[in-house]
């Protein structure tokens, strides 16, 4: 069986795992969140240790919980490399007041996979990536709420959602994990009620937003990886980028990376070596949307040269 094949199977698996086990919807509803409510079934961490799911991940902490899986070509590096940015925002926090649990739908990730998956997007203390039994992962997604019946119409059988918990009061919330990672930080500090030294901003001072087409599509779809001037991150800084490459070539990779890579494109294939082999993922763009994208990394790499010269 191929890797693919293996792959779709999983999650194929994985969604008919959650209609039997009735996801319909989420599981919070009138129900307290504690021992009797969610199964302690045994989960490996990324290091090989076996953990209880309630008794050593959840009692008596303040979590954060979302599927993934190793070989995901969309949503999955997308969610990561943004919650990666959560993780060094948190600071302090991370691994003290929070703990980030980040849970395999494929029974095919070994925990040597998992760890090798989180060394590329530099994940650190408090943070664990965990596999199961797929029969248990289903259980405990449904209990969360982290996958629906709906979500078995989507590629992969699960949604980029983050489910946020204060379990010795049996408080969640679901976010997406895809959000801003500063708006997700406040949203967590504010949840848990966390102290901050910083003072609120004022409504009254805020000023219009205005932002183009292309700069949202930056910002909710690649800020998570790539910079225009502040150097690399999980990818390449996209300063000058429309410079480098010829436009043809940055408008098929920006739609079709993945088909791309397949193809054995030189560009294509020294990239996914260079960055620790993390697949560009197909972010679902349109035609106008590659344009629009091209086109603000192209005049805000201009902006970022001409400041550049001016502090020379």
């Excluded at 690399?232 to 043809?248: F, K, M, N």
Aim: net charge neutral.
């Amino acid at each position: 069986m191929t890797t693919t094949l293996r792959r779709w199977r999983a999650s194929a698996l994985f969604v008919l795992a959650l209609l039997a086990l009735g996801a319909a919807g989420p599981a919070w509803a009138g129900t307290p969140w504690g021992a009797d409510y969610f199964p302690n079934v045994p989960l490996t961490t990324q290091d090989g240790k076996t953990v209880r799911f309630y008794d050593d991940l959840l009692k008596g902490k303040s979590v954060a919980v979302s599927l993934f899986y190793t070989s995901c070509p969309d949503v999955c590096p997308l969610e990561t490399a943004n919650l990666a940015q959560v993780q060094k925002l948190l600071g302090e926090h991370m691994g003290k007041d929070i703990v980030f649990y980040s849970i395999a739908i494929d029974p095919w990730d070994t925990p040597k996979e998992n760890k090798a998956y989180a060394q590329k997007f530099g994940v650190g203390p408090g943070w664990l990536f965990l596999s199961g039994k797929e029969a248990d992962v289903a259980l405990i997604a449904r209990k969360l709420g982290l996958s629906r019946s709906s979500d078995a119409v989507s590629k992969d059988g699960h949604s980029a959602t983050l489910m946020v918990g204060n379990v010795p009061t049996g408080m969640w919330m679901r976010n997406s994990a895809m959000d801003n990672p500063q708006f997700l930080v406040t949203t967590m500090a504010n949840f848990l009620g966390w102290k901050s030294d910083k003072q609120d901003p004022s409504y009254a001072d805020a000023r219009p937003l205005a932002i183009d087409k292309g700069q949202f599509l930056f910002q909710s779809r690649c800020q998570a990886c790539h910079t225009v001037g502040g150097g690399d991150r999980i990818g390449p800084d996209l300063a000058g980028v429309t410079q480098r490459r010829e436009r043809s070539w940055l408008a098929s990779y920006l739609a079709q990376p993945e088909a791309m890579l397949a193809q054995g494109d030189p560009i294509a294939t020294s990239l996914f070596w260079k960055y620790k082999q993390v697949r560009m993922p197909n972010l679902e763009l349109g035609t106008d949307d590659v344009a629009a994208l091209l086109s603000y990394l192209e005049a805000h790499s201009r902006s970022s040269a001409s400041t550049a010269r001016r502090g020379e």
